[in-house]
Nanobody
């Protein structure tokens, strides 16, 4: 089992930045693909970013590409999401997720992830 706890959410003005963290416990992060998703009220859970276990492979959702950066520190069992140039439409609950994988495939669908955190609220004011 893997337990994930997100932190770093809050209220920020448009154009500002936030850094989310996801602390994992229960087992090391190695051999797990880590991802970030978000869900706004009344909308489906949306893929934001994913990173391979080594950190060398990354993928991003189209709406955040060029503004958000995912990274991981396996020694600290922590994954980060640096969010820059925030927009009001980025407002959502952000979730950290982990996926067991042998191939290292960077999945983008929520159903492909095995473990989830409770989420952290990000609100961007205009």
């Amino acid at each position: 089992q893997v337990q994930l706890v997100e932190s770093g959410g809050g209220l920020v003005q448009a154009g500002g930045s936030l850094r989310l963290s996801c602390a994992a416990s229960g087992r090391p992060l190695s051999n797990l693909v880590m991802g970030w998703f978000r869900q706004a009220p009344g909308k489906e859970r949306e893929f934001v970013a994913a990173v391979s276990w080594s950190g060398s492979s990354l993928t991003y959702g189209d709406s955040v590409k060029g503004r958000f950066t995912i990274s991981r520190d396996n020694a600290k069992n922590t994954v980060y999401l640096q969010m820059n140039s925030l927009k009001p439409e980025d407002t959502a609950v952000y979730y950290c997720a982990a996926r067991r994988t042998v191939t290292g495939y960077l999945a983008r669908g929520p159903k492909e992830y095995d473990y989830w955190g409770q989420g952290t609220q990000v609100t961007v004011s205009s």
